[in-house]
DNA sequence: AGTGTCATGTAAAAGGTTACATGATTGG
DNA sequence: CCAATCATGTAACCTTTTACATGACACT
């Protein structure tokens, strides 16, 4: 239940629309936490519904605004301390990975071959999103930047070690 | 979709029972493709139904040994090698961090120090999970040795990337 | 006048979690 | 004979994905 908690989070920054969410879940949200429209408006209406969040205004095209209620910002801060996060993820680029055997070896090598190529292109992707980033000294700047710092140490290891792997296969 | 290929994959190395394949999720696939008891045996039933893998033997207790068969192979390497692997993943622990803005600046260290223990945690464990395997050449050891790599690499990466992490927000 | 973007909503299906339920066999 | 382990199954619920559906406003 941690779509409820981004939208928390999102909407302890600034006062927000679903459709405006929407768009920062499209960016900077989308590399950590996915979500679809669909499942967005239906969050914002639950969390409008128990309290959480508030319908701070209403504009044209039956826009909504909204805002984070107090009840919100507890639960969000109760998310952040008190709530052990999630050992295990789910990875399908891995779970091949143990099931390469059944491929041709040259199948196998084009496979990590293509997580190099994969790593490359989510690091360059970063970089741009970084670039294009107009960083202040907001809290979602500081830690945004922080968070991105993973990713770009992440393709990077992973590059790394589909490269050692591509090498390890290549020779039998 | 990926736990019935995960079936697949396993049984593509040996027959195996419901109860074999929950064991060997509890301990080396639970690192990338977690699954539960009920969702195994449900999994099974149906691939048995759509003739992807068929009941081999019957053995005492009501168990059923699975034996993949040759649609299931096809499927396997359908999946490996034409299905493109899903990029976005989701990851609870990096969601928090964009939002430890909304805590004390000593609680947001206090979570990045957690996250320094949790990968040296995770590190030791699998660690200990390749010292107690017992190493052979079957394709099943060679690629799994090559996850396992991954996975001490990624919590290397995640260990310095949260020391560094820490250390950017201690001097505020 | 028409296209693109803004803007929201709902329904159906698939995938995943938690809990309940039951019973056979083995080893001490 | 008792406990642990082996062994399977199902029901309810929650989360996520995909698809459908609608319409207002702004700009050219």
């Known amino acids: 239940m941690s779509l409820r908690h ?11 629309s679903g459709y405006d969410l929407l768009k920062t879940f499209e960016t900077s949200l989308a590399n950590v936490w996915p979500a679809t429209q669909s499942q967005i408006y239906t969050e914002l209406t639950r969390l409008a519904g128990s309290g959480l969040i508030t319908v701070a205004a209403e504009g044209p095209r039956g826009r909504k605004e909204y805002r984070i209620a107090d009840e919100g910002m507890a639960e969000l801060r109760h998310w952040l301390t008190e709530v052990a996060p999630q050992r295990n993820t789910r990875s399908d680029i891995l779970l091949r990975v143990f099931f390469l055997g059944v491929l041709r070896p040259d199948q196998a090598h084009a496979y990590l071959t293509e997580l190099i190529a994969m790593s490359e292109e989510g690091h360059e992707q970063l970089r741009q ?12 700047s500081v830690y945004g930047r922080i968070a991105l710092e993973y990713g770009l140490r992440f393709q990077a290891m992973r590059r790394e070690w589909a490269e050692w792997a591509a090498d390890q296969i290549k020779p039998r």
Chains 1, 2 share one sequence.
Not at 6 to 16: C, D, I, K, M, Q
């Open 129 to 140: 999103l970084h670039d294009s980033i107009d960083w202040d000294d907001d809290n979602l």
């Open 6 to 16: 981004a939208l928390l989070g999102l909407l302890s920054e600034r006062p927000a």
